[in-house]
């Protein structure tokens, strides 16, 4: 479903509800399956955003992108302040990629009750790495993802391998309480020079883009040295550090099972995960290790 049109933008649940069940009766009707795709979002969208877009049109009729700044998943109020909101370059940016529906709601639709009302908890996974520079922002998370799913009647929802430790606590949440729906992930998209896309990248100087690329450089030094953990950490670490714009938070390799932490000695399939900030912009960036499994890219 990639032909060119412009989006309906919904701000009402109410409304979303309705357009999404009648958009579904139609694609029946024209002999479709009526599967409706999801893409969360927060919007300043580019082309890592639209990459998942383009995959919800292969796996549904009906596609449907939010784009909504989640207040609960803000811990600094002056980082939420200081999100871009682009709505109307957005939806322009989303015209040609065949989406059928953008929500985007005001935080007092999505949250009547502010922040007293009831949210989920993502566990103890949730506390690290991201969630231990960000605490309670899994928590805002998952919480916005289960309502957005409970919201559309998604049957796939789609999440970037980019930020891999929430497709992690979002496939667990689906797992843990039964949330009948397809957790779909697309492949980090890089710009030529291997940065990892971000919003954020905008933010960066010419010389600070110039050390974001320690980030990639370090992922793929550790992917040609990786044997041990022990040695992909190493390789790893030395490029960051020979990068003096690089402040590291946190260069880890997690068992992709548990998501925790490996031994130095560890052999096995893995994922190396990377933050730190350059200049004043915070940068995450990760890779597979110890796989040539096209899946876990
Ligand atoms: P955000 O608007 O930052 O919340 O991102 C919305 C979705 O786009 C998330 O599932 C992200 O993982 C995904 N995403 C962001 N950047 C990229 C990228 N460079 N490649 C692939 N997916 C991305």
Redesign the pocket.
């Known amino acids: 479903m990639t032909e060119p049109r412009t989006p309906e933008v919904v701000g009402s649940i109410v409304d979303l509800r309705e357009r999404i069940a009648q958009a579904r009766a139609a694609a029946i009707a024209e002999g479709g399956a009526g599967r409706v795709s999801l893409?969360?979002?927060?919007?300043?969208l580019?082309?890592?955003?639209l990459?998942?877009v383009a995959r919800a049109g292969e796996l549904a009729d009906v596609v449907v992108v939010s784009i909504f700044v989640n207040p609960l998943q803000f811990g600094d109020p002056t980082d939420l302040d200081l999100y871009p909101r682009t709505l109307d370059t957005d939806v322009a940016k989303l015209t040609p990629a065949g989406v059928d529906f953008v929500f985007a709601p005001t935080a007092r639709e999505m949250y009547p009750n502010g922040a007293s009302g009831t949210t989920i908890t993502a566990g103890p996974v949730g506390s690290l790495l991201e969630g231990a520079s960000r605490p309670g922002h899994f928590d805002g998370v998952l919480t916005v993802v289960d309502k957005l799913i409970k919201i559309s009647g998604a049957d796939v929802v789609?999440?970037?391998?980019?930020?891999a430790q929430?497709?992690f606590l979002v496939q667990s949440m689906v797992t843990d309480l039964n949330t009948p729906v397809q957790i779909e992930v697309?492949?980090?998209?890089?710009a030529d020079n291997g940065l990892?896309?971000?919003?954020r990248n905008a933010r960066l100087s010419e010389a600070e883009q110039d050390g974001a690329l320690a980030l990639n450089a370090a992922l793929a030094a550790a992917s040609a040295h990786y044997g041990a953990a022990a040695d992909a950490l190493a390789a790893a670490r030395a490029v960051i550090e020979a990068q003096p714009l690089v402040k590291l938070d946190y260069l880890v390799v997690v068992h992709p099972e548990t998501f925790l932490p490996v031994d130095d000695d560890y052999r096995g399939p893995a994922r190396m995960l990377v933050a730190a900030l350059v200049g004043g912009t915070r940068l995450i960036d990760n890779t597979a290790l110890g796989t040539t499994d096209p899946d876990f890219s």
């Open positions: 893409v969360p979002t927060m919007g300043a580019h082309e890592g955003h990459s998942l789609l999440f970037g391998q980019k930020d929430q497709v697309v492949p980090i998209v890089r990892a896309l971000s919003s």
